[in-house]
């Protein structure tokens, strides 16, 4: 199984087959816009300018399962990181990343990479970067900014 098998939907509703990534660099997180690591959202887009006529994307998952820290609706997250951050990255609906009712996407890859005291994600902002066939290569805790990550990124463009 690689991470084009999935199928998620956008802000909007609507399915969204991750094959039409292939052949790309990813980076999938899962984020909130009132978390302390909200800010990080302005590294994560000068990373998507910088990097994304390479074939670099970054995928966005809102999630609300920490600290009910993304709880609007998927429009007023758009709008909010739309206007305040200025993302132009792709926006999905809104997940979960633990537990019976997890995105099947993050239940994937939390079982490629694992994190420092088992799979489950710990907090918002946790970012798995996959490499242009599909594979998990790293995981990245949510303490680590956008910017520790931009040498492995280069690395697998």
């Not at 052949?23 to 990080?40: D, E, R, S």
């Not at 926006?91 to 993050?106: E, H, I, M, T, Y």
């Not at 890859?109 to 798995?128: D, E, P, R, V, Y």
Request: hydrophobic residues 35%; positive net charge; glycine residues 8%.
């Amino acid at each position: 199984m690689k991470v084009y098998d999935f199928k998620v939907k956008n802000s909007d509703g609507h399915e969204v087959s991750l094959e039409k990534y292939q052949g790309k660099v990813l980076l999938i997180v899962n984020t909130a816009t009132g978390c302390g690591f909200t800010p990080q959202y302005k590294g994560l887009e000068s990373l998507y300018e910088e990097y994304r006529d390479q074939g670099f994307e970054i995928l966005d998952f809102p999630c609300n399962q920490f600290g009910h820290q993304a709880p609007g609706s998927d429009s007023e997250i758009n709008t909010f990181c739309t206007l305040k951050y200025d993302t132009k990255f792709p926006r999905f609906q809104k997940v979960k990343v633990n537990g019976k009712d997890a995105s099947p996407l993050f239940t994937w890859l939390k079982k490629q990479k694992g994190g420092l005291f088992g799979s489950a994600i710990k907090w918002n902002f946790t970012k798995f970067l996959v490499d242009r066939n599909g594979n998990v290569v790293a995981r990245f805790a949510p303490v680590t900014p956008p910017e520790k990550i931009e040498t492995q990124i280069k690395e697998l463009l």
